[in-house]
């Protein structure tokens, strides 16, 4: 007797779904053209999901749903008339990934529409009604019976929860918390981590030492890369040629440098220390000497777009024995002009 009375109750419950179903409110979707939106699929599964086919009709009685996108976050809204209001959602679709994105979306958007109808079902006479025009009271009752009909047919979780349609619905779970959440102004954006700022330079240079041993005029190549906000290095190759102790001289040396530098707009300026080493050849005889010499470096930086100008200084102490017993002694001085490319 009982499996007969559990038997016709199914079969009760079963027709008085299917009936519920059969004729739900009609729904207008709308999905704009952006990239990260796949109208198609979106308009699929909602009405699957939704249960209901979709119209292409605009009228005071029809559900309408529009899908968009804001900066990088997507939009839900939901206009019903009958509940008589308008809600909204936006989350950020990049949380889930390249697959599924076009189906999580879908079923936002579907339980967002029923998590309006619920409030027929919930208090379907309010003391205070919304803007618009009353609908046909068969259809409200059409969509209080769809909400009743998808809350028998969930898990208990999901029926004790029926105030929140997003709870209790496992599809929603990872996101749960950024569907369901109010409205909110997008985070805030990590502040950046500072930039590599990366230049090579063809330079120009002059060299001239202060008690009047001579000046070496000449150029060749720098790299230099700023690092951390603060720091800066770079490194060069000159090759030089004048006049030093009344003897024709070339020099080819190496630099390098580490300083401290300020950025404000297209300017940085640096300032710190270095080390500029070489070999010294004179024209009337085979004599070489190595040399190196500590130094102060400064240095003004601008940069437009791709091109960067570069006009610097150095100066230092040197004594080092040159030539026929003749030694370059005191403070040199030096200014560099560089013009080339910010990597």
């Not at 047919?153 to 997003?166: G, L, V, W, Y």
């Not at 951390?228 to 770079?234: D, K, L, N, R, Y």
């Given at each position: 007797?009982?499996?007969v009375?559990?038997?016709l109750?199914?079969?009760?419950l ?5 009936v ?6 009609l ?9 990260s ?8 599964i909602?009405?699957a999901?939704l ?6 009709e605009?009228r005071?009685?029809?559900t309408e ?5 804001e900066?990088?976050?997507v ?5 019903d008339?009958?509940?008589r209001?308008?809600?909204?959602r936006?989350?950020?679709?990049k949380?889930f ?11 936002a958007?579907s339980?967002l ?5 619920a409030?027929l079902a919930?208090?379907p006479?309010?003391?205070v009604?919304g ?6 009271a ?5 969509a ?11 898990p208990?979780?999901m029926?004790?929860?029926a105030?929140n349609?997003?709870e ?17 102004p ?5 502040k950046?981590?500072?930039v590599?700022?990366?230049?090579v330079?063809?330079?120009l240079s ?7 041993d001579?000046t070496l005029?000449?150029g ?6 700023d ?5 800066s290095w770079?490194?060069?190759?000159l090759?030089e040629g ?6 024709n001289?070339?020099s080819t040396?190496f ?5 401290f530098?300020?950025r404000?707009?297209?300017a940085?300026f640096r300032f710190g220390?270095g080390l500029?080493?070489?070999v010294?050849a ?7 000497a190595a ?5 102060f470096v400064?240095?003004?930086?601008l ?8 006009i610097?200084?150095?100066?230092g ?6 030539h026929?017993?003749q ?5 040199w001085l030096?200014?560099?002009?560089g ?5």
């Amino acid at each position: 007797m009982w499996r007969v009375v559990a038997s016709l109750l199914g079969a009760v419950l079963a027709l008085w779904t299917h009936v519920a179903w059969a004729n739900p409110p009609l729904v207008h979707l709308e999905v704009e053209a952006c990239d990260s939106l796949d109208a198609t699929s979106i308009t699929r599964i909602f009405a699957a999901d939704l249960g209901t086919p979709l119209t292409t009709e605009v009228r005071p009685d029809i559900t309408e749903v529009n899908i968009g996108c804001e900066g990088e976050h997507v939009v839900v809204r939901v206009k019903d008339p009958l509940s008589r209001k308008t809600v909204r959602r936006s989350f950020d679709p990049k949380s889930f990934g390249n697959q599924g994105q076009s189906r999580l979306i879908a079923i936002a958007a579907s339980e967002l529409v029923l998590a309006s109808w619920a409030e027929l079902a919930e208090s379907p006479t309010p003391r205070v009604l919304g803007e618009g025009e009353p609908v046909a009271a068969d259809t409200v009752e059409t969509a209080r019976k769809v909400v009743q009909a998808r809350a028998q047919a969930a898990p208990p979780s999901m029926r004790e929860a029926a105030d929140n349609p997003f709870e209790g619905d496992e599809r929603l779970n990872p996101y749960r918390e950024q569907l369901s959440a109010p409205d909110a102004p997008p985070p805030r954006e990590a502040k950046p981590s500072p930039v590599v700022f990366q230049r090579v330079m063809a330079v120009l240079s002059v060299r001239s030492f202060v008690r009047g041993d001579g000046t070496l005029y000449g150029g060749g190549a720098r790299f230099g890369q700023d690092r951390f906000g603060v720091v800066s290095w770079a490194a060069d190759a000159l090759v030089e040629g004048g006049t030093l102790k009344a003897q024709n001289a070339t020099s080819t040396s190496f630099g390098g440098s580490l300083a401290f530098y300020l950025r404000g707009g297209p300017a940085t300026f640096r300032f710190g220390g270095g080390l500029r080493a070489g070999v010294l050849a004179f024209s009337d005889g085979p004599s070489l000497a190595a040399w190196g010499w500590p130094m102060f470096v400064s240095s003004l930086t601008l940069h437009w777009g791709p091109a960067v100008l570069d006009i610097g200084g150095e100066t230092g102490l040197v004594d080092v024995l040159v030539h026929h017993n003749q030694g370059l002694r005191g403070v040199w001085l030096s200014g560099q002009a560089g013009l080339g490319l910010v990597l």
